[in-house]
């Protein structure tokens, strides 16, 4: 018989553990995102060549030693470090803490591909004789790699996977998390999502192929969503893990708790590769809405998904518009505009700047907006300068991908 | 590290060639990207290498795949056992190595 935890529908957030191209912990993070702080640099990389990039500088030594991050993968460095700092943030007993009740669940946008870039470009130096390549390519691009490298570095014997989701992942892992706790799964889910995807040369040339790929002569106003003279997207490295539990464990041993999950929706576009579609987006943020209970005008920010894309982020203003049409009290921002696109990350990194928003009342805004593009001047949308709110209760977080998956989880103030 | 070439079916031993101080250098090299975090200033030749450093089967895997990248080296899995302490690794490759010229 499985026990039936109690009050197992209830679940919160109670330690972050960040690396974001500005800012290592959530105090710095949210101080660049209301300072108007970008973390979008040059960056070269083989093949591809000069391009931008939101770049991590966390202390890859502060939990691994370096024989592990040589055998390891960026990623699984990059949430073995959200790990470590989410459990650190959450005031528990880490020592004392039932490792076989701990599940890690890692968002990812894709996973392998840095690796076996590498590695083919090795190869090449042998003259592609595949009696060089290395033994450590399968443990390092199997798609559990960032979760399973967290769960060696921290002896969690709990379950461990990564949740392959575009770059709704950040959303995905979060979901992911609660509804193994809601299950009885386990006791504490470190959730969330990781992109090491500014190692891969293949996403910028794809992207630039496509026409996406973001280019300024000052990084900085590289990734400008919703502005006129937007020209595509900056790629991002980081990391965004969350300790979840559920509410009544996190009450019973006096926990900070960050905030509650009250409702959430994952669906499915069916309708093209890449291009989004505002029907179903709309749809998913209505689910998640109904799911919790609430009407669009009690949400009092909206962390939009918009990429700096043309046509990507007029998508998600029509969305929002149909949406949240009718709410005076909504505001929307966008935190990719100081990062660039995190991948992966990108739902969790840009909950989590918001997530202060329950304390402070301060909605963060969206930088690099010059020109307000007529098709994406919501109402509510709070541009260049940080916006003082009265209080702050609820906020919903879109998160898209390619394939056509779409994302939006709704979190209350505790 | 500078590449090296397989000799040329040499008999006599050159002044190019590797001695067995010079396979012990090349060995500690190898160890060095495979072990970081291990001192290996005092390594001891007589000792197993996994009594006095973190090594696992992966990194074993490792030595056998900079041998064959660096030196041409080929270590078939029945010899594995030979490279347990510096002193058995240099014995069983001096021979394997002695056609392998310095650049």
Not at chain 1, 44 to 50: A, L, P, S
Not at chain 1, 217 to 242: H, M, W
Not at chain 1, 361 to 384: F, M, R, S
Not at chain 2, 30 to 57: H, M, N, T, Y
Request: aromatic letters at 8%; a negative charge; proline letters at 4%.
């Amino acid at each position: 018989m499985i026990a039936v935890p109690p009050d197992p529908h209830r679940i919160v957030i109670t330690g972050i553990g960040l690396t974001a191209p500005n800012g290592n912990a959530l105090g710095e993070y949210r101080a660049s995102l209301l300072e108007g702080r970008s973390g979008v640099s040059p960056y070269e990389i083989r093949y591809f060549g000069k391009t931008l990039a939101g770049i991590c500088d966390f202390d890859e030594l502060r939990y691994q030693k370096r024989k592990a991050v040589r055998r390891g993968t960026r990623a699984g460095s990059i949430g073995i470090y959200c790990a470590q700092e989410a459990v650190a943030d959450a005031g528990l007993d880490w020592e004392n803490v039932d490792k076989s009740r701990v599940g890690v669940y890692v968002g990812v946008t894709e996973h392998g591909n840095v690796e076996t870039e590498n590695e083919v470009f090795q190869l090449k130096g042998y003259d592609y004789d595949t009696q060089f390549w290395s033994h450590h390519h399968n443990p390092r691009t199997v798609a559990n790699n960032p979760a399973g490298e967290i769960s060696l570095n921290m002896g969690i014997t709990g379950p461990h996977y990564s949740i392959g989701a575009a770059c709704a992942a950040g959303n995905a892992g979060f979901v992911q998390g609660a509804q193994m706790l809601r299950l009885g799964d386990c006791d504490l889910a470190i959730a969330g999502g990781v992109s090491e995807s500014i190692h891969t040369f293949g996403i910028f040339a794809s992207f630039h192929s496509q026409g996406a790929l973001a280019t300024h002569d000052d990084p900085t106003q590289a990734s400008r969503p919703f502005d006129l003279d937007r020209n595509g997207i900056v790629v991002a490295e980081g990391g965004c893990l969350y300790v979840l539990e559920r509410f009544s464990d996190a009450q019973a041993r006096g926990a900070s708790i960050y905030g509650e999950l009250v409702g959430y929706a994952i669906n499915s576009d069916a309708s093209d590769f890449v291009l989004p579609n505002p029907e179903r987006q709309a749809e998913c943020m209505l689910l998640a809405l109904q799911r919790a209970g609430l009407v669009a005008e009690q949400i009092d920010i909206v962390s939009t998904h918009a990429t700096g894309t043309t046509s990507g982020d007029i998508q998600e203003s029509m969305a929002l518009r149909q949406v949240f049409g009718d709410s005076r009290k909504t505001y929307f921002n966008n935190t990719k505009s100081f990062i660039g696109h995190a991948m992966g990350a990108a739902g969790a990194l840009e909950l989590t700047g918001n997530l202060p928003a329950f304390r402070d009342g301060v909605c963060h805004p969206t930088i690099n907006v010059e020109q307000l593009d007529p098709d994406c001047a919501l109402d509510g949308l709070v541009y260049n300068e940080p916006r003082e709110l009265k209080r702050v209760d609820y906020l919903l977080n879109n998160s898209f991908g390619m394939l056509g998956i779409n994302s939006a989880v709704i979190i209350k103030r505790v | 590290m500078p590449p090296v070439r397989p000799g040329r079916g040499a008999k006599v031993k050159t002044e190019n060639e590797m001695t067995g101080e010079q396979i012990r250098t090349a060995i500690i090299d190898i160890l060095g990207d495979i072990a970081p975090d291990d001192d290996l200033s005092d390594l001891k030749d007589d000792v197993a290498f996994r009594d006095q450093l973190e090594l696992d089967s992966m990194d074993f895997l490792d030595i056998v795949m900079e041998l064959r990248k660096r030196y041409r080296v080929e270590v078939p899995e029945e010899d594995y056992g030979q490279l347990a302490s510096m002193h058995s690794t240099v014995t069983y490759l001096e021979p394997k190595m002695q056609d392998v010229e310095v650049a």
